[in-house]
């Protein structure tokens, strides 16, 4: 049984900002077109901008949930509730975690929905007289709203959730058993025991182990970040990749101890995990295992899984520099070869890096001193490296470039004048 979460605090697909940069450069400025001292810009006197890292999200932990609506949580997953000591009018089927990963919500084949946590009810279908029973949830990418799935493939949509189609008039092969959401939540695929997969709204076919003979039913389904991949796990382990998706590993032929049940895959499709009835849990790829409740006395089985993710990087500061060749004089401007040192183990990309000016000498104000242009396009280090634009291969023309107006008037009071560049950007790491 598939349960589909809708991204956690990560904007689409993991995009982490990095602060505003400030930095000091002492540029010195002559006037009457005479060089200045070799002690500002043509030494290379650096400007140095110190700011943090993001911490990047990752998977932390994650819940394994039983049909009686017992809950486990495992890594840094927090136990919010559940509908263990209850009474339940029908066995729960499936969950799935709020964007954040502070709750989530269980959802019973009745279409009866239970929130824990920060999870909202928008309600269910619990009072509502099905076809088929419901089989599996999908959240929103918002958390203000999830889609309810039935075996026939009718779509209940609550909250935000928008109807995008359903299978409910199809003559359908095998009955569906799972949904994933796209990153976006204008649409929606379903997948059938066979593998036949069904993409509505904005979600795009990328395959289906429709047409292969499968020795088990196929069970679940799950979606990359970016929605352009998914995964189909069968009932024996097997994996079926497609798209961006990546193949790391299956569970046929290992010990199980039951069939496989739910499958949960990491964003950057890196990796998944597989988790079986009996609360056997199975990492694959860059997925980490934190546990399972295959050694511990279960009363009902295993049905669903739903990860959290969390920052786990510690962020580390990195640094800019700069250096022109020439001093900056009336009617001339000087580009700056910035350095960036990237002391994190990923590579980061500075986007919009705009410029400023401000000096100390009410005599020779900033506005002698326009920004021609800031940095104009993005710019990639590498992991762990430290390099200048000109070494990345970024053209001059594209440099932060400052200049000196040459107003037709004495600027000696603008000679030796120290001025500070503030760097304001964005970045992804």
């Known amino acids: 049984m598939q349960t589909c979460e809708g991204p956690t605090t990560r904007s689409p697909r993991h995009r982490r900002l990095l602060p505003a940069l400030v930095g000091v450069l002492a540029l ?22 110190h700011a943090r890292v993001a911490q990047q999200t990752a998977p932390v932990g994650y ?13 840094q997953a927090h136990f919010y509730g559940s509908t263990g000591a209850m009474i339940l009018n029908r066995p729960i089927v499936g969950m799935a975690s709020t964007p954040g ?3 989530y919500w269980l959802v019973a084949s009745d279409g009866g929905v239970f929130a824990f946590g920060d999870a909202h009810y928008y309600g269910s279908t619990g009072d509502e007289h099905l076809n088929q029973p419901v089989v599996a949830m999908a959240v929103t990418p918002s958390g203000d709203g999830y889609w309810l799935v039935a075996a026939d493939g009718g ?9 995008h189609g359903s299978a409910g008039a199809e003559h359908l092969n095998r009955p569906i058993v799972a949904v994933a959401a796209t990153p976006t939540g204008g649409g929606y695929w379903l997948t059938a025991s066979d593998g036949g997969v069904f993409a509505y709204g904005d979600a795009v076919f990328h395959g289906s182990a429709g047409n292969v003979r499968l020795t088990s039913p196929v069970t679940s389904i799950g979606a990359t970040g970016d929605g352009s991949g998914y995964w189909q796990s069968a009932g024996d382990g097997g994996v079926f990749a497609y798209g961006d998706a990546g193949f790391h590993g299956s569970a046929v032929g290992l010990s199980t101890g039951g069939a496989v049940v739910d499958l949960s895959g990491i964003d950057n499709g890196s990796g998944y995990w597989l988790v079986s009835s009996d609360g056997g849990v199975f990492a694959f790829g860059n997925a980490p295992f934190f546990g399972s409740a295959a050694a511990e006395v279960l009363t009902r089985p295993i049905v669903g899984m739903s990860q959290v993710s969390g920052s786990t990087i510690n962020p580390m500061d990195y640094t800019m520099g700069g250096h022109a060749d020439t001093p900056v004089t009336p009617g001339t401007s000087v580009v700056i070869d910035l350095q960036i040192t990237n002391p994190n183990p990923e590579p980061i990309t500075l986007g919009s890096v705009s410029t400023s000016v401000t000096t100390t000498n009410a005599d020779c104000t900033s506005a002698n001193f326009p920004v021609t242009h800031a940095l104009l396009r993005p710019v990639t280090v590498p992991a762990l490296s430290s390099t200048t634009l000109s070494e990345l291969g970024v053209a001059q023309s594209d440099w932060p470039t400052v200049a000196m107006l040459e107003t037709g008037t004495d600027q000696d009071g603008c000679r030796n004048v120290p001025l500070t560049l503030h760097f304001t950007g964005e970045a992804t790491g």
């Open 28 to 49: 010195v400025a002559a006037a009457g077109g005479v060089a200045a001292a070799a002690s500002g810009v043509g030494s290379g006197t650096p400007v140095t901008a």
């Open 63 to 75: 819940w394994l949930v039983a049909s009686d609506g017992g809950v486990f949580a495992y890594g």
């Open 101 to 103: 990963g502070h709750g």
């Open 155 to 163: 779509i209940f949509a609550f909250g935000d959730a928008v109807f």
